[in-house]
T-cell receptor, first 115, second 108 residues
Framework: DAGVTQSPTHLIKTRGQQVTLRCSPK?????VSWYQQALGQGPQFIFQ???????QRGNFPDRFSGHQFPNYSSELNVNALLLGDSALYLC??????????????FGPGTRLTVL | QKEVEQNSGPLSVPEGAIASLNCTYS??????FFWYRQYSGKSPELIMF????GDKEDGRFTAQLNKASQYVSLLIRDSQPSDSATYLC????????FGTGTRLQVFP
C-alpha cells in the first residue's frame, strides 16, 4: 500500500519565479492538505482540497494556489517567489468523515530553496 | 496567545528513562489531538492520536488528554537513543494546528 508521495524532493528557484509541487495521496484517501514548514517551526496550514475544491485556507497570500484532480492527487503552485518562501512543503492526505477530517498522514516533503 | 504551545526544549533524558512531553491548546472546541515525531530533515510521522479524556497507550507511548485543562501530553517509556527527534503536538479544529515542537535528546 503506497503512502503519500511528493515530487520533486528538492527544488531551487530564484526570486520572482513560479513553482509547482505535486502530491499523490495514500490509497483510500480523498482529501489533501498542504503545509509550509520553515526551519525550527511547526508546519503551517496552507489549504485543503476535497472533491476538487478548496475546502479551507490558512493565512497565506493569493500567490499560493492549488488544484485537486479527479484521482485525488494535488498540486501546489506558488507565484512570484520570495526569499521567505524557502521552506519544506508538506502534503498530507486523509479521509474526510462528515465535516471533520480524519487522521492526516504526511508525504516526504519538497524542500524549496529560493535564491 | 499561540493556539498550540509546546516547550521547545531540548528535553534531555537518559536511556531507559521516561520522557514526558507537554502541549497546551487554546481552542476549547478542538476535537482530536495528535502527536507526530519528526527526525531532522524528514517529514512528520504519526505516533498517536487521542479523542477522549484520559490515557491511551500504544506500546511504549502513552497519550494523555485533559480537555478541561486544555492539555495534552505524551509519555515515552524506556526511552531509546532512536527516540531522539522533535515531537510535534497537533490539534484538529477541522484543520491541523501544530505547535513548534519539543526536541527530545535521549543519551546512552
Amino acid at each position: 500500500d503506497a503512502g503519500v508521495t511528493q515530487s520533486p524532493t528538492h527544488l531551487i528557484k530564484t526570486r520572482g519565479q513560479q513553482v509547482t509541487l505535486r502530491c499523490s495521496p495514500k490509497s483510500g484517501h480523498d482529501t489533501v492538505s498542504w503545509y509550509q514548514q520553515a526551519l525550527g517551526q511547526g508546519p503551517q496550514f496552507i489549504f485543503q482540497y476535497y472533491e476538487e475544491e478548496e475546502r479551507q485556507r490558512g493565512n497565506f497570500p493569493d500567490r499560493f494556489s492549488g488544484h485537486q484532480f479527479p484521482n485525488y492527487s494535488s498540486e501546489l503552485n506558488v507565484n512570484a517567489l520570495l526569499l521567505g518562501d524557502s521552506a519544506l512543503y508538506l502534503c498530507a492526505s486523509s479521509f474526510l468523515q462528515g465535516t471533520s477530517t480524519d487522521t492526516q498522514y504526511f508525504g516526504p516533503g519538497t524542500r524549496l530553496t529560493v535564491l | 496567545q499561540k493556539e498550540v504551545e509546546q516547550n521547545s526544549g531540548p528535553l534531555s533524558v537518559p536511556e531507559g528513562a521516561i520522557a514526558s512531553l507537554n502541549c497546551t491548546y487554546s481552542d476549547r472546541g478542538s476535537q482530536s489531538f495528535f502527536w507526530y515525531r519528526q527526525y531532522s530533515g524528514k517529514s512528520p510521522e504519526l505516533i498517536m492520536f487521542i479523542y477522549s479524556n484520559g490515557d491511551k497507550e500504544d506500546g511504549r507511548f502513552t497519550a494523555q488528554l485533559n480537555k478541561a485543562s486544555q492539555y495534552v501530553s505524551l509519555l515515552i517509556r524506556d526511552s531509546q537513543p532512536s527516540d531522539s527527534a522533535t515531537y510535534l503536538c497537533a490539534v484538529n479544529t477541522d484543520k491541523l494546528i501544530f505547535g513548534t515542537g519539543t526536541r527530545l535528546q535521549v543519551f546512552p
